[in-house]
């Protein structure tokens, strides 16, 4: 069974820094590629950053390099994005999302049409 549940959003202003947990169970952990994303109001769904589990590798887009950071806990079984120097146009909800792909790729893929499952959601709103 696949679990993932997201937390740690909230109302912060621009410049500060915030902490998101995707909490999944051991067969997400350690069998499926694991990955985060952001909807904005009006606009698609994008990828962010992502994880694999065969080495724990992970991926990030050119625009939150720098900024976002993946990590994984496989005490905790969960997923952590930090995110600093948080800017206005960062608002939206973020996702983490699972699949399990085909073989042993320690590549995971950054794109929203590979991931079969899906958190509910946490809305992170940075002020001006």
């Known amino acids: 069974q696949v679990q993932l549940v997201e937390s740690g959003g909230g109302l912060v202003q621009s410049g500060d820094s915030l902490r998101l947990s995707c909490a999944t169970n051991a067969a997400t952990f350690n069998y499926m590629y694991i990955g985060w994303f952001r909807q904005a109001p009006g606009k698609e769904r994008e990828a962010l950053s992502c994880?694999?589990?065969?080495?724990?590798?992970?991926y990030s887009v050119d625009s939150v390099k720098g900024r976002f950071t993946l990590s994984r806990d496989a005490v905790k079984n969960t997923i952590y994005l930090q995110m600093n120097s948080l800017k206005p146009e960062d608002t939206g909800v973020y996702y983490c999302?699972?699949?399990?792909?085909?073989?042993?790729?320690?590549?995971?893929?950054?794109?929203?049409?590979?991931?079969?499952?899906w958190g509910q959601g946490t809305q992170v709103t940075v002020s001006p």
């Open positions: 994880t694999s589990h065969t080495d724990g590798s992970t």
């Open positions: 999302a699972a699949y399990r792909g085909a073989g042993y790729s320690n590549h995971c893929i950054l794109n929203a049409r590979e991931y079969d499952y």
